[in-house]
T-cell receptor, first 106, second 116 residues
Framework: KNEVEQSPQNLTAQEGEFITINCSYS?????LHWLQQHPGGGIVSLFM?????KKHGRLIATINIQEKHSSLHITASHPRDSAVYIC????????WGAGTKLIIKP | KAGVTQTPRYLIKTRGQQVTLSCSPI?????VSWYQQTPGQGLQFLFE???????NKGNFPGRFSGRQFSNSRSEMNVSTLELGDSALYLC???????????????FGSGTRLTVV
């Protein structure tokens, strides 16, 4: 069993829909990261969480430490949100999830 | 401020050769970490350097090595290249101060290495 599990693996939605990507982990962590990777490889760090909830524009990330679960939400999704979203947890190193490939259709 | 700079962006090498990749962190960032991304294995941690010292190392063979200089720039070296080393190699820099903000790491664009 992978230490970091993301779901779904692939997600296709229409522009404007509310998007939720989930991340569950099985190890003790000091922080959880959500990152975005566009085609071509560049990775952008979206959030770093150790508790509660963070919001940046249309993106919201939550974490439940007791349940070892985090969610990334995108409100009013847009085609430019199409990317791979990766959850990574930090123990002494970053342990990566497999990513969720999101496609937003206009 | 300038982002994390990785050079070269693309590289083609033949089996058995060695390669050196470079990463210049954001000014003031003293921590640099390296990751390998392949379609089959996803993203995997290679190593992390802080103030010229390797702090952590992932499960990679000894052919993979790295170092960090006094200006925080880091290099990673892969010797005796194998076909399976073909991957996107990403580096990320971070600073203790930045971890208090809404992000922890800043990633470079990566070096895409192809071994033929």
């Amino acid at each position: 069993k992978n230490e970091v599990e993301q779901s779904p693996q692939n997600l296709t939605a229409q522009e404007g829909e509310f998007i939720t990507i989930n991340c569950s982990y099985s190890v003790g962590i000091s922080a959880l990261h959500w990152l975005q990777q566009h085609p071509g490889g560049g990775i952008v760090s979206l959030f770093m969480l150790s508790s509660g909830k963070k919001k940046h524009g249309r993106l919201i990330a939550t974490i439940n430490i007791q349940e070892k679960h985090s969610s990334l939400h995108i409100t009013a999704s847009h085609p430019r949100d199409s990317a791979v979203y990766i959850c990574a947890v930090r123990d002494y190193q970053l342990i990566w999830g497999a990513g969720t490939k999101l496609i937003i259709k206009p | 401020k300038a982002g994390v700079t990785q050079t070269p962006r693309y590289l083609i090498k033949t089996r058995g050769q060695q390669v050196t990749l470079s990463c210049s962190p954001i000014s003031g960032h003293r921590s640099v970490s390296w990751y390998q991304q392949t379609p089959g294995q996803g993203l995997q941690f290679l190593f992390e350097y802080f103030s010229e010292t390797q702090r952590n190392k992932g499960n990679f063979p000894g052919r993979f090595s790295g170092r960090q200089f006094s200006n925080s720039r880091s290099e990673m070296n892969v010797s005796t290249l194998e076909l399976g080393d073909s991957a996107l190699y990403l580096c990320a820099s971070s600073s203790i101060r930045d971890r208090g903000k809404n992000y922890g790491y800043t990633f470079g664009s990566g070096t895409r290495l192809t071994v033929v």
